[in-house]
């Protein structure tokens, strides 16, 4: 697999082995997201449902080479969709209703379907997951892998699509260019924001 190094920091582009790597980086980074905790609110569930969330909600960005981590400590990733990559809602629809609480279901289905009506219609990238280990929070990681990302696919001319899922996230990706497209909030979830960044802002 590729590996860049930015600022000294080593990025791997991820590949079919570094899947239980990579899984393990985010999963630990996505204890606290609002939007992992209210789908799987009991610790078990979260922990038994990461690893089929990801498989659901970002396609197989491993088999694709649509990721990249720094591999130095495993302190942080990021997975995305190329406008040739983004995956199916059936089968992500069909997983949620098997795996997230029953009173959550109709809201969580509502929740991503509302996301859908965010997406571009025209071709786009899809950042699916960015995380950081809690432990290396706040150091600018989060910056670093999603500039590696935006440097990609600004050579590509690509636009480039995101849900953050707090107002801490959103004014991060605001200060590296990406503007926001609404807001997104169904029953007793917490508020989403879809985001966008065309090339080179």
Request: neutral net charge.
């Amino acid at each position: 697999m590729q590996a860049h190094r930015v600022d000294t920091i080593a990025i791997k582009t991820v590949g079919p082995d570094d899947r239980s790597r990579v899984n393990a980086i985010l999963a630990t980074a996505f204890t606290t997201c609002p939007l992992l905790r209210w789908l799987y609110p009991a610790p078990w569930q979260y922990l038994q449902h990461f690893s089929g969330f990801i498989e659901y909600y970002c396609g197989d960005p491993y088999r694709d080479q649509s990721g990249a981590y720094i591999s130095d400590g495993d302190k942080a990733a990021l997975l995305w969709q190329t406008e040739s990559e983004h995956r199916g809602n059936t089968r992500l629809m069909s997983f949620l209703h098997e795996s997230v609480p029953a009173h959550r279901r109709s809201e969580a289905e509502k929740v991503f379907e509302s996301f859908g009506k965010y997406h571009p219609p025209q071709p786009h990238w899809y950042v699916t997951m960015v995380g950081v280990d809690p432990v290396y929070q706040r150091s600018g990681l989060g910056s670093l892998v999603l500039k590696h990302l935006t440097d990609i696919s600004d050579k590509a001319g690509g636009l480039v699509y995101l849900e953050a899922t707090s107002a801490q996230a959103v004014r991060l990706y605001e200060r590296l260019g990406w503007t926001l497209l609404g807001e997104v909030q169904i029953g007793t979830s917490p508020p989403f924001f879809p985001m966008s960044r065309s090339r080179a802002q």
